[in-house]
Every structure is written in structure tokens, then in C-alpha cells.
């Protein structure tokens, strides 16, 4: 059972037993103090101040395989902050994955939340997202950010006057990108480097005149300047918080046509709703093609995934980098 159904049952369950589904105070903190926080530091639309609240919530967490003992306030996935949000608060569907940029990155720039993961062979939270589009990165509040929530009210103006000083903000900043940068060494980093293959192995024998435009490898700014003037050169525009981020976007500058690859290692086919929306991306560019390729790293990985889902869209493209002299196209069974 997916994520979103066992999240229902919880709201099915509450609504059931005549219980709010997320209390009106988590850890001592309401949503009206969230907001007056996130107000004065220009920040309170409505999905960042339930993405806050949904990160105080105390009860267990909601991995699959968490830390023993752990809460979902110490660590919860952009899913599970979108199911708490969308389901849990509003009653109604789960936030948009992709609109993430909207309600979790403006309080990521400024140091009220960290990014962490769950590092599954530990079994401990880890800082940073190590491993880029992971299923296993995830969010907390800050800690002297969370002081400032729950501070009294005589001493609240003080904290925040302190907390937001650009100095400090800095510091935080530099302290989350050191500690972030240490753990990345010690975990798997089996996605960038299929990143890197589809760039250096992939990419110049099956798709010769296309040049990389962008690589969505990392977190945090998912643009940046020099991507910028490349999807410029190409006459795109690349909206981190409306459209699609493919792992590597590719254009062919003599027949101005796009190719969009994913990088499997545990999720992020190129199915029918990824075809559909870089699809629109092409065609809102003045873009007349665009094709797809799925990559994996091994027909193990490869047979598990598609075993399990069966997902790739019609007329795309496979390639398995330990079997690299080939690619293979999905069919269907021409109408009879």
C-alpha cells in the first residue's frame, strides 16, 4: 500500500473517533505562531507555515525503516510533508511533488528547516540530501529556529531580532553545507554517478549533435547560472517551480530537438505523466520534438523496477549502463 492510501486511513481513522487528524498545538507551538514567525520574516504563505507545522508533529515516523524511537518532526521526505499537509491538514489531496521550490526552498534559503537523509544501512539520520531525487531525503526544523517557535513571548522579539541577523544566517548556512558535504562522503553515491555515465557513455554514441543543457544531480539551487545561459543559448525557459526537472535535458542545436534523460536507481521512470508534462515543457518553448530515455544502472535494478511497475511510456527509450552497446525502444503491439 502507497504512502498516500496509508496516510487516508490515518484521516479515515481520526474522522472516525471524532479527532482532529493533526492537533491544534504540536510540540507547545499553533499554526497562528508559525505564522506570525514566518510573517515577519516575509515567508508565511500558506503551504510554508503547514510545511512547518506538519515538521513539528511528534508522533512516529513515517519511513518505512526509521531510526529506532524516531518522530516524524525528526526527519519527514517532501512526500510525507506534502501527504501531512495536503491530507492530513486540509483534507484534500497531497501537495504537488514538484511545487517544492514554492514551500520548502524559500525556508531552506534563509535556515529555518535543514536538509537531512535517512541513511538506510545506519539506520540514522544523515545532513544534506546526498543523493539527489532520494526517497530517503528528507527535512527538519532547525534548532534554534524551533527555539524561536516555541519561545515565550517576552523573550520572542529578541530571539528572532537575533536569529535573523545576516551574519548568522550565513553561519548556519556554511555550518548545514560543511556537515553536508562530510556525510555525502560516507554514503552511495550510485545515482550521480549513472548521471555522470548518461552524460559521458550515453549521450555521444546514441545521441550525437545533442549538447547537455542541465543536470539535476544535487538539491538546493536546481538552476544555476551557467545552466541558465545554456537553456538561454537554447531558447528555453525553466521554471524550477512549475516545470518537470529531468535528470539531464539535452538539445541537438542544428534540428533544435530536445531529449530528456532519467537516471533510475530507485524511482523516476519516464512514464506517461513525465511524457505529458516535458511534453508541454517543449511545446510552451516553441519546441516541435522531444524524446526519452530511461537510465539504469543494471538489468538487476532494471528488472526489479519494471518487475514491480511496468511504467515506461510508449516510444521511449531504455539504456543499461553495464550492457552500454545498446539501447531499446518500448512498443506496443501495432492495432490490428
Not at 527535512?139 to 515565550?152: C, G, M, N, V
Not at 553561519?171 to 552524460?199: G, S
Not at 525557459?237 to 518537470?244: I, N, P, V, W, Y
Not at 523496477?305 to 515506461?312: C, F
Request: aromatic share 8%; hydrophobic share 40%.
Amino acid at each position: 500500500m502507497g504512502l498516500t492510501e496509508d496516510v487516508r486511513k490515518i484521516l479515515a481513522a481520526a474522522v472516525k473517533a471524532g479527532t482532529p487528524p493533526v492537533a491544534a498545538v504540536l510540540q507547545g507551538v499553533t499554526k497562528d505562531r508559525v505564522r506570525k514567525v514566518l510573517k515577519l520574516l516575509d515567508k508565511a504563505t500558506d503551504d510554508s507555515v503547514d510545511a512547518v507545522f506538519a515538521l513539528l508533529d511528534d508522533r512516529p515516523s513515517w519511513f518505512g525503516k526509521p531510526p529506532k524511537g524516531a518522530r516524524f518532526c525528526d526527519g519527514a521526505s517532501t512526500a510525507h510533508l506534502g501527504c501531512h499537509v495536503g491530507i492530513l491538514q486540509r483534507r484534500g489531496d497531497k501537495l504537488d511533488r514538484e511545487g517544492r521550490d514554492y514551500w520548502i526552498k524559500p525556508l531552506r534559503d534563509i535556515g529555518a528547516i535543514e536538509a537531512i537523509c535517512l541513511d538506510p544501512k545506519s539506520r540514522t539520520f544523515l545532513p544534506g540530501h546526498l543523493v539527489a531525487k532520494s526517497p530517503n531525503s528528507a527535512y527538519r526544523i532547525e534548532a534554534e529556529f524551533l527555539k524561536i517557535l516555541k519561545a515565550s513571548d517576552a523573550d520572542f522579539d529578541l530571539m528572532l531580532k537575533d536569529w535573523i541577523e545576516g551574519e548568522a544566517v550565513r553561519e548556519r548556512l556554511h555550518f548545514q553545507a560543511e556537515q553536508a558535504e562530510a556525510a555525502r562522503k560516507t554514503v552511495d553515491t550510485a545515482h550521480a554517478a549513472l548521471i555522470d555515465a548518461c552524460c559521458t557513455a550515453y549521450a555521444p554514441k546514441f545521441l550525437p549533435g545533442f549538447d547537455v543543457l542541465y543536470v539535476d544531480n544535487a538539491d538546493g539551487d536546481r538552476v544555476d547560472s551557467e545552466d541558465a545561459g545554456k537553456l538561454k543559448k537554447a531558447g528555453l525557459a525553466l521554471d524550477s517551480g512549475s516545470d518537470a526537472m529531468p535528470d539531464v535535458l539535452l538539445w541537438n542545436p542544428m534540428t533544435d530537438e530536445l531529449w530528456v534523460i532519467e537516471a533510475v536507481t530507485s524511482d523516476g521512470e519516464v512514464d506517461d505523466h513525465k511524457v505529458k508534462q516535458l511534453t508541454a515543457f517543449a511545446k510552451k518553448n516553441g519546441k516541435k520534438r522531444i524524446d526519452f530515455t530511461t537510465a539504469y544502472p543494471t538489468w538487476k535494478v532494471a528488472a526489479q523496477r519494471q518487475g514491480a511497475h511496468k511504467n515506461l511510456a510508449v516510444g521511449t527509450f531504455v539504456w543499461i549502463r553495464e550492457d552500454a552497446s545498446k539501447q531499446f525502444r518500448a512498443e506496443t503491439f501495432p492495432a490490428t
